[in-house]
Each structure stands twice: as structure tokens, then as C-alpha cells.
């Protein structure tokens, strides 16, 4: 999600792996430093990852998966992908975690059967018993072969209810679009169902209960699911069908907009920290913004950026090349002295289907056509995607949409003390109440309520 930075390792396609349930541990050198990292795994098979010492638990993981003897699982909000040997007793993997580019050893030790190790407090997180009725869903993307699967809540009586479907930020993401142990979209859904408004979240392709997943999926894909499930709201007699509206959070924001131009008819457009201008764009300036918070010098700062700025390049010339974008930003890489095997393993990630599509799109064309009521968040100290980057932009594409800058939040509208990616597992809110009030009142006066 994350949301996290846009950046996703591809999503691995063998089959989930629930005989490697319960709880791994293992220790990364980095920089001289010791740091653990807990792999959890539930018994259905699905993962997160926890970094004890970074004070980050729940990070979701995509995987793992056991093929021949071998371990893989990769962590897309922290860019990062593990590969090992899964020893003959079955207690140990012994592998590398590779995350920029850089592989690091590692040995995880099964410590426990079960997954067990405690989250930390989100006092956001709704709980039962609710106000209103909840469903678990199953809907149709006819064109591209696959079923989704989601939860959509409905406020008591029998409508028809106006609605709100909520599409997830970039990276593997469940239902809840589940980060650090928050999950952002229970809250919302619960916020808006209490006020009257029905609520449909879905997994993300190859998450949960959800089909597809593929390596040669883009975000061009992901909006027809969303445009999928809108059509399957309109089949239910309890929705009215003229007051369906899309939320989208930074990715989703991005396709919010794409659903609209390619007449998904939606009543009105919520984006938060989505994106007004090129994808490749946004990763320049996200380097920057990001590398400047990790402390490194000026001079870092700009060589990484120039070098991030060539790979983008690179990348947006061969959009429809994976070959060749695979040979252009590994010779980047090579020129500046990294082996060509490691500056292989390096751009696997950034020459993947999804990240060619999303460096080299434009979301003006598809801002600039809406024609429904829009209201666009941004949160000052996104460091992701950038308020001041990115705001004026969408003002002049969209005069009409309203557009609120909050000066204190992070990319996941959360109350922040620098922004900085960090800081999102250690921040026990979810969600700011300012973000929650201002969109739950704005949905609910365009919805009638």
C-alpha cells in the first residue's frame, strides 16, 4: 500500500505455502548493525513481517510460497524480496533478503508452530458488535477471467443506501489494506456505514479470497476491477445505483479517475494522496524527498536523484520493451561500478509490467475529464506523493474539485512528526479524525444525507 512508496516487487505466482505456518525467526546485518526480522505465517498460508528493532509489525507479505525445496515471499511496502533453502527437518530457511538492490543473508529459524507475537495498539481499529450488517462478497471481473472477493457493510434498513467502493494504494493489499497492524479501510468503511452510506472493499488481485495476481498485471488492469465492482453494486437491489462513489487511496486515487473516463459513471471522486503527474515524476521526487529524510548529504541526495531520474527515463522510453528497459538501466547501473549479476537483481522490480506502466502514465488526460464532484486529500508531510508536487496540478485540471491540503499528515493520513515511511508502524493512529470528518461529511452531503 503500501502506499508506501510506489514501488512494488513482483508478486510471486507459486502456491501458497500453509505447512510453513507459525512463526520465523532470523537476524540481518545491516550496516554493522543487528537487526531481527519475524516472518509470521498464518494457517491458511498468508504472512506478514515484523521488524522488532524498527518498531514495525504486520507489514504484509505476498507469499510465501515453497516450490522444490525453496522459500520465497517478498514485502512490496518496503521493496524487498527473500529467497532460501528450507532445511529437511523443516526448522530453518537459509536465504538472503534483497532490498535495493543489496542481498543480505540471512538464516530464519522456526520458532513457534503458530503465529503468536502481539500487535501493537490501534485503538481505531473498529470492533464488534456493529451498528450495521456485514457481507462477505464475491463479484465477477467477466473480461479479465477472475472473481474478486470483499466485504461490503450495509447500514440498517432497506434502502436503497447511496455507496462507496474503496480501491486500495499500490502493492499487494487486502480488504482492509492491512499496513503495520492498521487497517485504514475497515475504519473507513465503518466511518461511512455508520452515517448511512453502504461500503464494498475488495482484496487486491492474487490477496485473500481474490483471483488473478499475475506478473503482466498493470494499474490499467486493477481499474477494471474497480469498474467491475461497481457493476456488481448496481446488481444489488439494496444499492442505489445512481449514488455509487469511488474512494482511492495514492494508487487508487490514480485509478479513480480511469474508471470514471472509461464510463464507470461514478456519482463522485474521493482521492487520497493520488497522484497529478507522471509516474516517473512522482519516483523522482520521492527519492528525493525521502533520501533527504534518511540523513544523507546533499551530495547522496542528488546522485541518487540523477540516478533515478535515468532509470526513469530509461524506463518510460522502453514502456513496451521489457527486454530493452532491462538492458538500458542495468548498463546505468554497471557504468556506476555495481556488478552486471547485482544490477540484474536490481531492476527486476523496475522493469516489471506494472512499474513500466506506471513510470510512463500521465493521469492528466483521465483528471481532466471528470465531470463529477471531486474531493482530493493531501497531507503536507507526504514524503510519497508530495502535496506541493501534486496539488497544483490537479487545480488546474480540476478547478471545480475541492482540494485540501492538511499541513501535519503522511501518506497515510496520519497525524506525523516528519512523514518519513518510518514512522507509519510506530503512530497509533489509523487515521487522522480531521481526514475522517471532512470526507464522511462531504460523502454524506453529495449522497443526500
Known sequence: MILTSMIAVAALQAAAAPQLAGQWDGVLSVGGQSLRIVLRVDAAGAAVVDSPDQGANGIPAVGPTLEGGVVRFSVPAVHAAFEGALSADGRSIT?????????????????ADTASVAGPSRPQT??????????????????????????LTLPPGDGPFPAAILITGSGAQDRDETIFDHKPFLVWADALTRRGVAVLRYDDRGVGGSGGGTPAETTADFATD?????????????????????????EGGLIAPMVAQ??????????????????????????????TAAGLSPAQVEGGNARQRALMDAIARNRDDPAAAERETV??????????????????????????????H???????????????????????VPADQNAPVLARLQPAAGI??????????????????????TIEETIAPEVLRTVVDWVAARSGL
Open 95 to 111: 536465504g538472503a533478503l534483497t532490498q535495493g538492490g543489496t542481498a543480505m543473508p540471512v538464516v530464519l529459524i522456526r520458532t
Open 126 to 151: 473498529p470492533a464488534a458488535p456493529f451498528p450495521y450488517r456485514s457481507e462477505d462478497v464475491t463479484f465477477a471481473n467477466a473480461p479479465a477471467g477472475i472473481r474478486l472477493a470483499g466485504t
Open 226 to 250: 474497480a469498474a467491475a465492482a461497481m457493476a456488481y453494486l448496481r446488481t444489488r437491489l439494496e444499492i442505489d445505483g445512481r449514488r455509487i462513489g469511488l474512494i482511492g487511496h495514492s
Open 262 to 291: 472509461a464510463g464507470g459513471e461514478p456519482a463522485w471522486i474521493v482521492m487520497l494522496a493520488g497522484t497529478a503527474v507522471p509516474g516517473g515524476d512522482i519516483l523522482v521526487e520521492q527519492q528525493r524527498r525521502l533520501a
Open 331 to 360: 548498463a546505468l547501473l554497471v557504468a556506476e561500478g555495481m556488478q552486471e549479476a547485482q544490477a540484474k537483481e536490481a531492476v527486476r522490480p523496475i522493469v516489471s509490467a506494472w512499474y513500466r506502466w506506471f513510470v510512463s
Open 362 to 384: 500521465d493521469p492528466a488526460p483521465a483528471l481532466a475529464a471528470v465531470h463529477v464532484p471531486m474531493l482530493a486529500i493531501y497531507g503536507g508531510k507526504d514524503l510519497q
Open 404 to 425: 485540501v491540503v492538511l499541513p501535519q499528515l503522511n501518506h497515510l493520513m496520519q497525524t506525523a512528526e516528519t512523514g518519513a515511511p518510518a514512522e507509519y508502524a
